[in-house]
């Protein structure tokens, strides 16, 4: 295995979709500025309810990419 550095930043993605679709949102859009991105570990979930029923999904995530 290569020697590596990794950097770790926190996000939270949201999707009203599910759990899947809120990662994918805060991925794709750390994606737009960063590069070299290699995994992902999800922290915490949790949700927002409006009327009874679920209505987003919150997934926090720490994302680690390689430091050039």
Do not use: C
Request: glycine letters at 14%; aromatic letters at 8%; zero cysteines.
């Amino acid at each position: 295995m290569a020697e590596h550095v990794y950097k770790i930043t926190e996000l939270v993605g949201t999707s009203p979709q599910g759990i899947e679709a809120a990662v994918n949102n805060a991925v794709g859009t750390a994606g737009e500025t960063l590069r070299n991105m290699d995994w992902f570990e999800i922290t915490e979930v949790r949700g927002h309810i409006k009327g009874g029923v679920v209505a987003d999904w919150q997934v926090g995530i720490k994302l680690g990419f390689r430091v050039d």
